[in-house]
């Protein structure tokens, strides 16, 4: 089973599931589930859950894919009882998940689940779970009381311990609802973590008008994607199922390996942390895609410089990975004009991402003496960005589960030292040790994007 069927999942996992449920003895499904709205099942339905990956080259061509393997699709308001009775059939053997970074209901600056969470509040009084926790703690105690082995939850997303994570914020439910079941769940569960990366720009309707010129079929539920796929997996699932435990991954692609962290440490800071620094100084700039920042040379030369001053001394490569190449790799993924991924949606949520793509790294250069006036100024950048008007006085549409608590911050403040002040007080983003710490250079790089805007900002920068 998938929680959370978006875009991103329909290109990636269930293309690797798919793969592998081809090889011989390869019998796998996948039923997806939506924990928000009807949307995907509504689009999907009428086509038997198939749908099309569309692989868009730097060239401007394109691939077609049909992929067949999602077999129903769920809508869990409408009717999770069926959502809990389908993740308590034993023939379940993996849940994963993209429920994004909120989707967790932890704090981002902490990783402990949030007890003041108003669907964890829900989920603790009610049998019917609204959560992703919920669900995956419910199902896991109907499996317990009708003698079925766990199944492993398997996280996708960008998070730094992804599995940690998810094990901590069930465990953490399952205690306070029932502490027997918390053990069970801590020595018969696994939560392998994971680092997951394909580029996955949002479907436009006309995107689908054009590929139902292209491909001679109309698909309502068409996925964007560009050709490059990772897909790094601890290989630690339930053991009860043994060699049935998973889908052959590796057979598809996947890279199977002990200790998923350095990968993601990799993946984390290099391509989110700057695809969040382009973001927002991109927005800002007046710059609709990724692609489009970084074709301007200010930028190509901004993230260049975080790459190779501000990110890579501040971690461990994984063995056998050239960083400085992987560098080069992204910039031209980033480059890719095919790819239209706008700087506003990956912006959004900020106060969720901002920890473990931009926060983590530059706690670590500080602790190393280093510097890091790149990621200040994409701190700066954030905190203008959630101000809500760009740099010609038009609104943004901040989408952001603090939005209106980061705007009240922002506009109760006059002087650019109080908002920064004020922003840098939300405990749920920054600690309070980073927010003394990355005072002083992060007020200086607000002042230079109000004075000056985002390019000119940069250009000075370096
Ligand atoms: C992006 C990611 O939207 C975002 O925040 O940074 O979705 C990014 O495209 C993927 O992680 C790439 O693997």
Not at 89 to 93: N, S
């Given at each position: 089973m998938h929680l959370g069927l978006g875009a991103f999942y329909r290109a990636f996992g269930a293309v690797y599931v798919e793969d592998a449920a081809r090889i011989p003895g390869g019998d796998w499904g996948i039923i997806g589930v939506s924990l928000q709205s009807p949307g995907t099942r509504d689009r999907l339905a009428p086509q038997d859950f198939v749908y099309t990956v569309v692989t868009q080259n730097p060239d401007g061509g394109e691939t077609f894919r049909k992929v067949e393997i999602v077999q129903d699709v769920l809508v869990a308001p409408e009717d999770p009882e069926a959502v809990l009775s389908a993740m308590s059939?034993?023939?379940?053997?993996i849940v994963t998940l993209?429920?994004?970074?909120?989707?967790?209901?932890?704090?981002?600056?902490?990783?402990?689940?949030?007890?003041?969470h108003p669907d964890i509040i829900h989920d603790l009084e009610?049998?019917?779970?609204?959560s992703a926790p919920g669900f995956l703690v419910r199902a896991l105690e109907r499996r317990r009381d009708a003698g079925h082995p766990p199944f492993t939850v398997l996280t996708c997303d960008n998070l730094p311990e992804n599995g940690k994570l998810v094990r901590r914020a069930v465990l953490d439910l399952a205690g306070k609802l029932d502490p027997a079941l918390s053990d069970w769940i801590a020595s018969d569960g696994r939560f392998p973590s994971t680092m997951v990366d394909r580029i996955t720009p949002a479907t436009k309707s006309e995107d689908i008008d054009r590929l139902a010129q292209k491909i001679g079929y109309r698909d309502e539920a068409p996925v964007l994607c560009e050709p490059f796929r990772q897909w790094v997996v601890?290989?630690?699932?339930?053991?009860?199922?043994?060699?049935?435990?998973?889908?052959?991954l590796a057979a598809a692609g996947a890279e199977m390996v002990a200790d998923v962290t350095p990968y993601e440490n990799m993946k984390l800071r290099m391509l989110n942390g700057t695809h969040s620094s382009l973001a927002y100084l991109g927005y800002l700039a007046g710059h609709e895609t990724i692609a489009e920042t970084v074709a301007d040379p200010v930028f190509a030369g901004y993230v260049k410089r975080l790459w190779r001053d501000?990110?890579?001394?501040?971690f461990t490569a994984p063995e056998g990975v050239e960083l400085e190449a992987y560098a080069d790799a992204l910039f031209e993924r980033y480059s890719n004009p095919s790819i239209r991924h706008r700087t506003w949606q990956i912006a959004m949520d900020g106060s969720q991402k901002l920890p473990q793509r931009i926060l983590a790294t530059i706690a670590d250069n500080l602790a190393a003496g280093r510097e890091c006036p790149g990621l200040m100024l994409a701190v700066a950048g954030w905190m203008r960005y959630v101000g809500g008007?760009?740099?010609?006085g038009q609104p943004i549409e901040v989408r952001d589960p603090l939005a209106d608590k980061l705007r009240a911050l922002s506009d109760a403040a006059g002087a650019t030292e109080q908002k920064v002040a004020g922003l840098l007080g939300v405990r749920e983003v920054f600690s309070a040790r980073l927010a003394a710490d990355i005072s002083t250079p992060v007020t200086a790089a607000y002042g230079q994007l109000s004075a000056l805007g985002a390019r000119k900002a940069i250009e000075d920068m370096l």
């Open positions: 059939d034993p023939a379940i053997r993209t429920v994004t970074e909120k989707g967790y209901c932890h704090d981002p600056a902490t990783g402990a689940l949030n007890f003041d009610a049998a019917l779970p609204r601890e290989d630690d699932f339930v053991p009860a199922y043994g060699a049935e435990a998973r889908p052959d501000e990110i890579i001394p501040s008007v760009d740099e010609k």
